[in-house]
């Protein structure tokens, strides 16, 4: 029998309901352990970011290949 579709493989493997909830608990503790990060990051650090050069000069390329 070839699965049709994803919920029939997981279904036949045993414990499936726990893989799942296990899975869903790392996904939630990564998003939050994200989130906690980029609240805590200093205000400072987002104003040194926005200030950064989205691409590099052509007069530095020229200087960095003498």
Avoid: C, H, W
Avoid at 14 to 19: I, S, V
Avoid at 33 to 60: C, F, G, Q, S
């Amino acid at each position: 029998m070839i699965p049709q579709s994803f919920k029939d493989i997981v279904s036949n493997v045993e414990n499936a309901g726990f893989f799942q909830t296990l899975a869903m608990i790392i996904f939630i503790l990564f998003f939050l352990v994200v989130v906690y990060v980029v609240i805590n990051r200093p205000k400072k650090y987002y104003k040194e970011e926005e200030n950064a050069p989205l691409e590099k000069d052509e007069e530095d390329d020229n200087q960095t290949t003498l």
